[in-house]
């Protein structure tokens, strides 16, 4: 929930089912680290100066009837209503600005220019609160979409001014995630929690034999409404 301004301070995983000897394994990166080693970098300073974050949402009513190819999420689900208007007003209460609908389509897209760092109280401390994860590359294995071009996918990351990030740029913020992360190997029935402040998560792409069974539950922890960074707490 890099996209708008509300995020949550904790996340939980549990393993329901997978099967026995299948790839399934998630990542936890330490966020501490990341930061300062973000911070040295020339890739972390420009992020530091911001972001865009383009969202786009689908029509549900535009998609009855249609193949789902291009279905990521509708606008409709996302904000809970049918009325345009009302979705308009929830996406702004949500910090998102330059709101657009497709007269064609109905589908709706919005800008979001997030702070770069999050002020953790736990440690005291600002910490990164952006990675790579919002680019258009999340999509490359969701069949739905990764045939889309990147500027067309259901959201995409560039710096604040426009550009895009550069294929050295994005592998970068990738390697620097996994050099201070721990990989957790699921069972069934395990539980993981998380402060959603202090670790990242993510996992590489999933090999599951014929048949093969991974099913996970997540649950979302208390809701805030960012604050971002706070003056000599670097």
């Known amino acids: 929930m890099q996209?708008?301004?509300?995020?949550?301070?904790?996340?939980?995983?549990?393993?329901?089912?997978?099967?026995?000897?299948?790839?399934g394994?998630?990542?936890?990166?330490?966020?501490?680290?990341?930061?300062?080693?973000?911070?040295?970098r020339e890739i972390g300073r420009k992020m530091e100066k911001g972001v865009r974050i383009v969202r786009r949402w689908t029509n549900q009513e535009y998609f009855k009837g249609k193949s789902l190819n291009n279905y990521y999420n509708h606008w409709q689900v996302s904000f809970q209503t049918d009325d345009p208007d009302v979705a308009e007003q929830r996406a702004k209460a949500l910090s998102l600005v330059n709101l657009q609908w497709d007269s064609l389509t109905g589908?709706?897209?919005?800008?979001?220019?997030?702070?770069?760092?999050?002020?953790?109280p736990v440690i005291d401390r600002n910490l990164y609160y952006r990675t790579i994860s919002d680019h258009a590359l999340w999509f490359d294995t969701d069949k739905n979409v990764a045939h889309v071009p990147d500027q067309d996918r259901p959201q995409?990351?560039?710096?604040?001014?426009?550009?895009?990030?550069?294929?050295?740029?994005?592998?970068?913020?990738?390697?620097?995630?996994?050099?201070?992360s721990l990989k957790l190997d699921w069972k069934p029935g395990q539980i993981a929690v998380a402060c959603n402040y202090r670790f990242l998560h993510?996992?590489?792409?999933?090999?599951?034999?014929?048949?093969?069974?991974?099913?996970?539950?997540?649950?979302?922890?208390?809701?805030?409404?960012?604050?971002?960074p706070l003056p000599g707490k670097y």
């Open 156 to 180: 995409i990351m560039t710096f604040a001014d426009g550009r895009n990030f550069t294929r050295e740029e994005i592998i970068e913020c990738i390697e620097v995630a996994d050099k201070y």
């Open 25 to 40: 394994s998630t990542y936890f990166s330490d966020n501490i680290a990341y930061t300062d080693d973000m911070r040295t």
């Open 3 to 23: 996209y708008m301004h509300q995020s949550i301070r904790t996340i939980a995983f549990m393993c329901l089912d997978l099967t026995p000897g299948a790839d």
């Open 107 to 120: 589908l709706l897209s919005a800008e979001y220019y997030p702070e770069t760092f999050e002020y953790c």
């Open 202 to 228: 993510g996992r590489p792409g999933i090999s599951l034999p014929a048949e093969g069974i991974r099913k996970m539950g997540v649950v979302l922890g208390e809701r805030f409404d960012r604050m971002g």
